[in-house]
């Protein structure tokens, strides 16, 4: 059926998941926002390149491992969504360096068809996950492919699995879905960055000099603040809401664990964020990751704290 044995194919389909395993853990990333379940993904994906591998090669192997890795992504989607999950969703925080959004959205290649709307660092930002958490599973799939990753829709179809017409439609209602993002969108431009990373020294500072008036005059009016735990530590069940909640509820922290937390300086999904360390009692997250999200006054829009341990896998600690 292949033209080869069963060793030398199992050595291609090894050497053809190690070429592209970078692009499928992107994927399986941006599909499900959690580097943990990306893992898991793309291990299985390998599991099924080695066990069920595609019939026909003519088109190479990539397509047909973007194929399973997306219908691996969208059944584990639907599968998170049935679950209850204790507290406020965030993305796992993954590094991603000093890299940038450009200015602009220039074709990577003469081929491309043209549709890309979000680059690669924009795609795994905070904002952007939580944008897309609100799609259905087919839909999310489908703005990955055609919007970030430049599939056309015959390419998009064929992953999916999907008509070509039903790809125009699912690919329409997506982008209807993220017009509230796309009203606020701010990508993680250099400008952007930096402007963050400022706010977030200063706003630490109040914080750890217990400044009532200077933490609640950087914060927007209806700032909230999430706290993704995942039912494993005490945290917050509810985004907490209002200048004066989050900035009540920082400061009491800051009280506890301030004195003892060690603190690095990151770029996680693309922004500034900050590690934490700290000894903690029963109960406590002895590590999170705290970032915040300017509004376009400059003003402290949302801070997002994780503490859950699986989401934390991706993060570089000083104790790991």
């Given amino acids: 059926m292949h033209g080869y044995s069963a060793e030398a194919l199992h050595t291609t389909a090894a050497r053809e998941f190690q070429a592209h395993r970078h692009f499928l853990w992107g994927l399986c990333y941006r599909m499900t926002g959690s580097a943990a379940d990306a893992d898991d993904l793309v ?13 026909d090669l003519k088109d190479g192997w990539r397509w047909w491992l973007a194929r399973v890795a997306s219908n691996l992504a969208i059944d584990a989607l639907r599968s998170r969504k049935r679950r209850e999950y204790l507290g406020p969703w965030l993305p796992a925080p993954v590094e991603t360096g000093d890299d940038a959004s450009p200015p602009g959205r220039e074709r990577a290649s003469p081929d491309m068809s043209g549709e890309r709307r979000y680059d690669l660092i924009e795609s795994v930002s905070v904002a952007f996950l939580l944008a897309v958490e609100q799609l259905t599973p087919r839909q999310r799939a489908v703005l990955i492919l055609r919007d970030v990753f430049d599939y056309t829709v015959q390419e998009t179809a064929k992953a999916l699995d999907l008509t070509q017409a039903n790809v125009k439609v699912t690919h329409h209602r997506a982008r209807e879905a993220m017009r509230a993002y ?85 770029m996680l999904n693309g922004m500034p964020a900050v590690v934490a360390e700290v000894p903690a009692p029963h109960g406590w997250a002895p590590r999170w990751v705290f970032q915040i999200e300017l509004g376009p006054d400059g003003l402290i829009q949302s801070v997002n704290t994780v503490l859950a341990s699986r989401k934390l896998k991706a993060v570089r600690f000083a104790t790991m």
């Fill in 43 to 55: 291990q299985e994906t390998f599991v099924r390149a080695i066990e069920r591998p595609p019939a």
């Fill in 182 to 266: 796309e009203e606020t969108r701010r990508p993680p431009t250099r400008e952007h960055q930096a402007r963050t990373a400022e706010q977030l020294r200063e706003f630490l500072i109040h914080l750890q000099n217990q400044d009532v008036a200077g933490v609640e005059a950087m914060l927007a009016r209806d700032a909230r603040a999430l706290s993704d735990g995942a039912g494993e530590f005490y945290a917050a069940r509810l985004p907490i809401v209002g200048r004066r909640n989050v900035a009540k509820l920082l400061l009491g922290l800051a009280v506890k664990h301030a004195s003892n937390a060690s603190l690095a300086f990151r």
